[in-house]
């Protein structure tokens, strides 16, 4: 297992920033919130333009023929900027199910001519009961599943539904409605999605359906962590810089002992929490029979410390760092969000004591 960044990674990280500082600075993402378009369409393009969109997809489906490393890489840097694209719900978990059942459907998500969603709640956990709110008779879907990530955006649904099974429904079909709701990181949207008596194409059924979907959460949480080191990583740099920058009682605020002990103590954190991510991203890449202990360890360290990260730029920054003008709240937002989704931490850490047999259930003090 090497955890170091590989040239063809670094490579890739160069194009993703470039492309991300020209047509993704903060001044625009804060823009954005302000109009009625929730996603950046022009800056999908150009990811879809670098083949960032489908690089854990076969060549042979029309993807890059890369790895789960080279997505996690994508995502440290989406997260650094806090992008306002659909990657998580289209080129991580839509891609990742419609990769399992082998669907010829990931073609046009690679490309990015598609944006597709997985319908499951975003708070839906790795190792959850397969979701069953959406039922089929006839060939006719009628259901609902609520708080989907990047439903809004989608043009295709890929839907769980009782049986098992997985089926392809487009978002412009008979009966297909979808609600956005307010959401705390106004850059990745949420919306509920209701169906009834819409026409669908089956793409799996049985237990192939339900490790598909599985397959999804476990990777949607697994490299979710990487963009979660992203964020955090971008938070430090940018709480360094002002902290240099900022002075008070004739001095840098960074020179007082105080301020240096906080940040030291969050480049270990982030430090640590690179490597977890990391593991993650390779055992996933490599179907490694650790997979699921990896992901529950880098979820579990990767979203706390994304949301702590944030909260020091905030308060390090004083006065400016509480209002919308500074960008400081999009990484608070996104981070918090980014808690819950996949699994909350506590969540990830029961599962990992579960995976690794530790007591579960140990007795309090006075207790025999």
């Known amino acids: ?27 625009a993402v804060l823009a954005r919130l302000e109009s009625d378009s929730s996603y950046d369409a022009s800056l999908w393009e150009l990811l879809a333009s670098l083949g960032a969109l489908g690089l854990h997809v076969p060549e042979e489906h029309g993807g890059q023929g890369a790895s789960l490393r080279e997505t996690a890489v994508v995502l440290e840097e989406l997260g650094r900027f806090t992008a306002p694209v659909p990657f998580l719900g289209s080129a991580v978990l839509a891609t990742t199910a419609l990769v399992a059942c082998e669907s010829d459907l990931v073609a046009s998500l690679a490309s990015g001519t598609t944006v597709g969603a ?28 609520t708080s989907v990530v990047d439903a809004g955006a989608a043009s295709l649904l890929v839907v769980p539904v009782e049986g098992p099974a997985l089926y392809a429904v487009r978002a412009d079909s008979p009966g297909v409605t979808v609600t956005e709701v307010v959401s705390l990181d106004m850059t990745r949207r949420i ?56 002075h008070q009682f004739g001095r840098a605020i960074g020179s007082f002992q105080a301020i240096k002990h906080r940040l030291a103590d969050l480049w270990l954190e982030l430090v640590c929490a690179r490597a977890t991510a990391r593991h993650a991203a390779d055992v996933l890449a490599t179907g490694s029979a650790d997979a699921d202990v990896a992901v529950a360890l880098a979820q579990s360290e990767c979203s706390e410390l994304a949301v702590r990260a944030a ?36 969540e990830h850490r029961r599962t990992l004591g579960r995976l690794v047999h530790l007591p579960m259930d140990i007795p309090s003090m006075g207790q025999t």
């Open 1 to 27: 297992m090497n955890l170091l960044y590989t040239e063809i990674e670094e490579d890739l990280r160069a194009s993703v920033r470039a492309v991300l500082t020209d047509h993704c600075p903060p001044s």
């Open 118 to 145: 997985l319908a499951v709640p975003l708070t839906t956990a790795p190792g959850s009961p397969f979701p069953a709110t959406v039922s089929v008779e006839d060939g006719l879907l009628t259901g609902r599943v």
């Open 191 to 246: 919306a509920d999605v209701s169906l009834a008596s819409t026409p669908g194409v089956v793409i799996a059924s049985g237990d192939r359906a339900t490790a598909a979907v599985q397959s999804a959460l476990r990777v949607g949480a697994g490299l979710l962590a990487s963009e979660q080191v992203g964020i955090a990583e971008a938070c430090l740099e940018q709480t360094v810089r002002y902290v240099k920058e900022r």
């Open 311 to 346: 909260e020091e730029t905030v308060q390090l920054h004083g006065g400016i760092g509480m209002t919308w003008e500074h960008p400081a709240h999009l990484s608070l937002k996104r981070a918090k969000v980014g808690q819950l989704a996949l699994g909350t931490p506590g």
